[in-house]
């Protein structure tokens, strides 16, 4: 017993000298249990207040609040890649190397009979609702395009294509190594398909909502078919369900959906060529190398990106920029599809694919346009401060560098495949770099109607694509000044420039006016406007450091603890539960002898 009151004392004894101040004075008062009471009740309500407070730490530590330190570095800076396409798609000259639809289409381009047209469509808008609006593509003329509009025969065999065009008499071969390129969607004889192709040019009409109301050369074609594909699309509360496209909308949207559906070697072979395009390249004064990327789309056709490692800015200004002469080939512009002359530029981070359809800068002709650079860094925290994209995954898989609107045209071109089993070759340079498995075109009736329906729905983010925006990335403000350029007599050594390359369009060059000389050509400088960058990181308002700083503050405020303070509390309940289990021992020892002292007194 006397070692049991020993091991009690000096439990007491640690209870009194503990850094928990109530349990402290509990401990020590002897005489008043009402002292005693009163300390515990307090420790109580410090505990509750404790448990209140930390709550309130923890619930501002899991909002994740951020903010943006923005730093400014100086030093040289790795100058961006730049894509330049010419706004005309397809060169006047290389129509008779087009597929043939593009043939029929093109020849019917007329300037004047579409202006006529234009204005009367203007003047006669229908408002009749979706059904009708669907129904002017069944209900044209029963007159055969091709007989009066083309005179020629197509012939295709495994690797190449043969064309021969009656009308200029000649007969011109072009090649094409079909073995890698996603094949016309038409097949060994283009007259036996004549009637498929009716369908099919409805359904793709329907699909782009496109439809050439005023087209002289009508097509043949049942009433009913297909009737309800655009309009299922649509409900009659939906503003596109009642409203006509306008006359020259309609018209390009059709031609880019011609030249969509020709096969990536035709739409190189068609569009503008590097060669002929880029009369003067230098970076830093020095001339570029050939080192263009070339893709292509049916916004614009080719596109060249300029892109080397080695382009490294060491100065500011223009001296220590970009800066290219273009030759426009304005003679090569196709009436009514082009609306405008000039260039398109999108100035984007080394190594990522160019969208030119969703960004980019209207250059024009006949000037001068300098594009000032400032490069900020972006780095995001990510995890659960607003979910950010590891962009190592994506380019280990696709070759090329993340961006958010790069993930959400992939995403729209998968669903579209693995729900419509067929792909959307609006997007080809894309599908290309997906690596899809079937490169069959979205045509039956089934495909394009769902084709559609996912393009009219699709909302990118809400879709589960996972297009976020990159953990860490360059972004380019873009200042933008323009002068008028060339003078007379550079415009003079610019065309005997294009004449020792192109002596066929010599002639017709010279003969142009001074305006029209200018006019062909147009200059343009990308540098950056100081060799300073900002780098914007994000930042956490409230990290787990601080939740540890905190945490611990609020502890000693309340019960006046520390680290070391919970060491003790483990102590002090230890040596309770020591006591408690030699009670316990002691309880079963007397049971013991208690039963053999009653054993003892049954035998005697």
């Known amino acids: 017993m006397e070692k049991m009151e ?3 004392q000096s439990v007491r004894s640690m209870a009194a000298g503990i850094s928990l101040i109530g349990v402290a004075q509990a401990a020590k008062t002897e005489n008043s249990s009402y002292v005693k009471v009163l300390w515990g009740f307090l420790t109580v309500i410090a505990i509750a207040v404790l448990l209140f407070h930390l709550s309130f730490l923890f619930a501002k530590y899991r909002k994740y609040s951020k903010h943006a330190d923005i730093n400014i570095g100086f030093s040289h800076l790795d100058f961006p890649a730049v894509t330049v396409c010419n706004v005309n798609i397809m060169r006047k000259s290389m129509v008779k190397h087009s597929s043939k639809e593009m043939q029929v289409f093109v020849s019917s381009l007329n300037t004047q009979d ?10 006669t808008t229908s408002t009749t609702g979706a059904k009708s609006i669907v129904k002017r593509a069944a209900d044209t003329a029963n007159t055969d395009p091709y007989n009066s509009t083309y005179n020629g025969t197509i012939t295709t065999f495994t690797a190449y294509a043969t064309f021969t065009t009656e009308a200029t008499s000649t007969t011109e071969a072009i090649y094409y190594d079909t073995a ?6 038409y097949g060994p004889s283009f007259a036996s ?4 192709y009716y369908d099919e040019y409805v359904i793709r009409q329907k699909m782009l909502k496109s439809f050439l109301d005023s087209f002289d050369n009508g097509f043949d074609l049942p009433q009913d078919t297909y009737e309800d594909l655009f309009y299922k699309s649509y409900n009659n509360d939906s503003w596109e369900a009642v409203s006509n496209r306008s006359t020259i909308a309609t018209l390009v949207e059709n031609f880019k959906h011609y030249y969509s559906l020709m096969n990536i070697t035709q739409q190189k072979n068609v569009s503008h060529q590097v060669r002929d395009m880029f009369r003067q390249c230098s970076f830093s004064t020095r001339t570029c190398e050939n080192s263009y990327k070339q893709t292509t789309n049916s916004e614009f056709g080719n596109c060249y990106t300029i892109e080397d490692s080695r382009y490294i800015s060491k100065k500011s200004g223009p001296a220590g920029g970009l800066e290219l002469i273009l030759f426009l080939e304005n003679d090569e512009y196709l009436p009514l599809v082009t609306s405008g002359r000039g260039a398109h530029v999108i100035i984007h981070d080394r190594n990522t694919v160019p969208l ?3 960004e980019g800068i209207a250059i024009p002709v006949g000037q001068q346009t300098m594009i000032g650079l400032k490069e900020t860094n972006i780095s995001r925290l990510g995890g659960h401060y607003i979910a950010c994209k590891d962009v190592d995954t994506f380019y280990s898989t696709y070759g090329v560098s993340y961006t958010r609107n ?3 045209k992939m995403c729209l071109l998968r669903k579209i495949y693995e729900k419509c089993q067929c792909l959307d070759t609006h997007y080809n340079y894309i599908n290309i770099l997906m690596k899809f498995v079937d490169n069959r075109t979205c045509l039956t009736q089934d495909e394009v109607h769902c084709l559609a329906e996912i393009k009219d729905t699709f909302v990118g983010d809400d879709e589960g694509c996972g297009c976020y925006s990159p953990c860490s990335e360059k972004v380019y403000d873009a200042y933008i000044s323009s002068r008028q350029w060339p003078n007379d007599d550079i415009a003079e050594v610019l065309i005997q420039d294009v004449c020792s390359s192109k002596p066929n369009v010599c002639s017709t060059l010279k003969s ?9 050509f147009l200059k343009l400088n990308i540098y950056y406007r100081d060799l300073n960058f900002q780098e914007m990181k994000e930042e956490s308002d409230y990290d787990k450091y601080q939740l540890m700083s905190d945490f611990g503050g609020t502890i000693g405020l309340w019960l006046g ?5 919970a060491f003790e509390i483990v102590q002090l309940f230890l040596g309770a539960y020591c006591i408690l289990l030699k009670k316990a021992d002691n309880r079963r020892e007397k049971k013991r002898e208690s039963k053999k002292k009653v054993v003892a007194e049954t035998s005697a």
Not at 193 to 196: D, F, K, V
Not at 561 to 565: G, K, Q, R, V
């Open 6 to 8: 020993k091991e009690k």
């Open 114 to 123: 579409w202006v006529a047209k234009a204005a009367n469509s203007s003047s």
């Open 180 to 185: 890698n390129d996603y094949n016309d969607d």
């Open 193 to 196: 398909q004549m009637n498929e």
């Open 356 to 358: 030119p359809d969703d």
């Open 406 to 408: 790069l993930c959400q």
């Open 512 to 520: 142009k006016t001074n305006v029209e000389k200018r006019e062909s």
């Open 561 to 565: 603890l520390s680290i070391l303070s």
